[in-house]
């Protein structure tokens, strides 16, 4: 029964794979517990409990990410981002199917306008990888929907028509996965746009498939507004020689980079992992913008620190590194509440306008100081 109802799921990931050009462009990506046992990257064993798992959530893991990973390594950083276990089908009643509640704030297909100055645009749903994690993991894959031609005219439309909107940040799925002439249209239709002055994009492809960024792609994203890409990473062994290159050929076309990291329990939750991942960005031109605290999506209990671990997590990191190494540490508020800084506090009100303020090696200080 297993056997035909894997085989079914196997038919309708080709077919879909078929139907989305974008997503062909790596016949080495495994998407199979049998390809990562070919690639000698787990057991047979474990690949029946894989094939479990991607019955309910997309697998791909590129080539570049299948090299990185050491397989001696139980904990090895990149297998636990990208190879599925079977905890994930542990479910908790507290996670949700839309962590972030993108769902309440979509006017049209593609479009998410949660707060009045800016929209996501998403107009694609699949991905190079698939993050065990993935806090959209319910909308991306193999089994998510795109955007058509016609949804996404309807998509430009509405931040044509909506002249509050400032910044456009397109994500998905990932976008830099779309073809060159898709991508190209899209920034262009958006360059068009008087009011907005900013467009984002939200990646992992320079981490994770670095051999798609080139001078094409980075000449597409100089326009005549700046185009900020904000580039998907959570630790340092992610930075291979091609990843820092597909960076710099980004930066080195003057592309301004920031990051986003998720926090995630065994793979980057203590401080030494989190300044060299830091340093990273900072030596590689990205500047460290947000660390997610992980949102509550199906099947990811395993991965998620405490908000408590996070915030001592973000202390010890402050007194050992420069403040360009720091993001800010962020919820997203489950219910599409919004995304805001959670700590640590460093400073506490006492009467009148005094502060008790702890300095980077937790001593603490009267504010203004007394004379
Ligand atoms: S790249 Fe982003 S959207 Fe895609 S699976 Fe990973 S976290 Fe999800």
């Known amino acids: 029964m297993l056997v035909v109802v894997l085989h079914d799921r196997l038919k309708i990931n080709q077919i879909s794979r078929f139907c989305n050009p974008e997503n062909m462009m790596h016949h080495g990506t495994a998407r199979t517990g049998q390809s990562l046992v070919d690639s000698k990257l787990v057991s047979p064993e474990q690949a029946v409990a894989i094939d479990q798992v991607t019955q309910q959530f997309s697998m791909a893991v590129t080539p570049a990410m299948m090299e990185l990973v050491e397989p001696s390594d139980p904990a090895d950083p990149i297998a636990q981002q990208f190879i599925p276990d079977s905890r994930e089908l542990d479910i908790r009643p507290e996670e949700l199917a839309d962590p972030i509640g993108d769902l309440p704030h ?9 707060y009045p100055d800016r929209v996501l645009l998403k107009t694609i749903h699949v991905c190079p990888v698939y993050c065990r994690f993935c806090f959209r993991r319910e909308v991306v894959g193999d089994s998510g929907e795109g955007l058509s031609p016609q949804e996404l005219d309807a998509a430009l439309d509405y931040i044509r028509t909506h002249d509050e909107i400032w910044e456009v940040i397109l994500t998905g799925g990932d976008p830099m996965i779309l073809s060159k002439p898709k991508l190209n249209h899209v920034i262009q239709a958006l360059d068009q746009i008087d009011h907005v002055d900013v467009i984002r994009i939200h990646t992992r492809v320079p981490v994770v498939d670095p051999g798609r960024v080139d001078a094409e792609m980075a000449q597409i994203l100089k326009v005549s507004k700046p185009v900020y890409v904000a580039i998907h990473t959570n630790h340092p062994k992610e930075f291979s020689e091609a990843a820092c290159e597909a960076i710099a050929t980004l930066a080195d076309a003057g592309i301004p980079l920031v990051s986003q990291t998720v926090l995630l329990k065994g793979i980057n939750d203590d401080p030494e992992t989190l300044i060299q991942l830091f340093r990273k960005m ?3 031109r990205i500047k460290p913008y947000y660390l997610h605290h992980g949102d509550m999506a199906k099947g990811t209990s395993h991965f998620r620190t405490s908000i408590q671990e996070g915030q001592a997590l973000m202390r010890a990191v402050r007194g050992k590194i420069s403040g360009l190494c720091q993001p800010t540490y962020v919820l997203d508020i489950p219910g599409g509440h919004g995304k805001v800084p959670i700590g640590p506090n460093y400073l506490q009100k006492q009467e009148k306008e005094t502060y008790l303020v702890e300095d980077p090696w937790s001593e603490v200080h ?6």
């Open 366 to 371: 009267l504010y203004p100081p007394e004379v």
């Open 282 to 284: 900072v030596r590689n």
């Open 106 to 114: 979509t006017p049209v297909k593609g479009i998410v306008h949660r």
